[in-house]
């Protein structure tokens, strides 16, 4: 790895020109998973400000990617009360095997348009954080993209995390839960599963993939709690008009989140009911996708009210 080389530009320092095969990380923080939340100003971001990655050679970088070493990063920003609990730092890595067609942020679908970040370094901003983690019970959340698309990095910066004392959360679809080997899971203190659709069918129409594998992380999370060594699940859905709202398949997603706590009790500690929204509907247009919602509305909130008590009538706190 010695042709890999790290420099961290000083805090307030010039943009000095860079070799031609150097990346700087300095785009603009984004929201990995914003579709949900309600229309606002974009929230303030620390984007990847700073970083830059020079002389990575394809072979070293794939080399340091498998041993998770180096990781493709989004972006990542400092939040509250969003991506777990306290004030996080949110990681988006790039990388993503669903194709969700309210995707918030499909630039992040190939791994390749991400930038190089080693986890040596991300842990390093971590550590800036522990105070404010500290006073607001916070910590650190890994999301994308899919963050098991990149196993390796992400066990790598869990457990980093974790030996300075920082509570960890991974935001996934659960589809590549085969990828998070139980060392990685033992580092992971809640885990945001965002569960797309309650039928194949439904499921497949929103992300062009299948149902079961997530189904199946949910499931083997509940049971590793019997072992001592499971995480908290919040369960996250998106609510969109005409795709999502059915009643029968609310009521699926509903049986699904009761019956890990079936499982294990306190499995499932929150369900998070996100309405749609057209926030990312540019960036589609600016990568040259098609966007097949682009006349859908926002739900009602008597729509979001009415999943909203599906889900409670389950014995789910829901909001």
């Known amino acids: 790895m010695a042709a890999m080389m790290i420099r961290v530009s000083p805090p307030g320092a010039g943009s000095a020109p860079l070799p031609a095969d150097a990346t700087r990380l300095d785009a603009p923080a984004s929201r990995g998973r914003g579709v949900g939340r309600a229309p606002s100003a974009p929230r303030a971001g620390h984007g990847l400000d700073g970083l830059d990655v020079v002389e990575v050679e394809r072979a070293e970088r794939l080399a340091a990617m498998r041993s998770g070493e180096l990781g493709s990063v989004h972006s990542w920003e400092l939040v509250t009360a969003v991506d777990g609990p306290g004030t996080r730092l949110t990681t988006f890595l790039s990388g993503c095997p669903l194709r969700c067609l309210y995707c918030h942020n499909p630039d992040t679908f190939a791994m390749k348009d991400g930038t190089p970040v080693t986890a040596e370094e991300l842990l390093s901003r971590m550590r800036r954080y522990l105070g404010v983690f500290q006073a607001t019970g916070g910590g650190i959340t890994l999301s994308g993209g899919e963050v098991l698309m990149q196993p390796a990095f992400a066990a790598r910066i869990l457990h980093g995390a974790h030996e300075l004392g920082i ?110 929204h057209q926030m990312g509907r540019s960036k589609w247009e600016a990568i040259g996708r098609d966007y097949e919602l682009d006349g859908t509305a926002a739900p009602s909130v008597e729509l979001t009210e009415r999943v909203r008590v599906q889900f409670r009538a389950h014995g789910l706190t829901t909001y």
């Open 167 to 276: 509570h960890t959360a991974i935001d996934t679809s659960g589809y590549l839960g085969a990828n998070a080997s139980d060392d990685l899971l033992d580092d992971v203190d809640l885990v945001l599963l965002d569960v797309k659709a309650g039928d194949e069918e439904t499921y497949a129409r929103t992300t062009s993939r299948e149902l079961q594998p997530t189904l199946d992380f949910g499931r083997r999370l509940a049971a590793r709690g019997l072992t001592g060594h499971g995480p908290e699940v919040w369960i996250r859905f998106v609510l969109v008009p005409g795709l999502t709202d059915a009643w029968e398949n609310v009521e699926r997603i509903a049986e699904y989140a009761s019956s890990l706590n079936g499982i294990r009790p306190g499995t499932v500690t929150r369900v998070e009911v996100l309405p749609f």
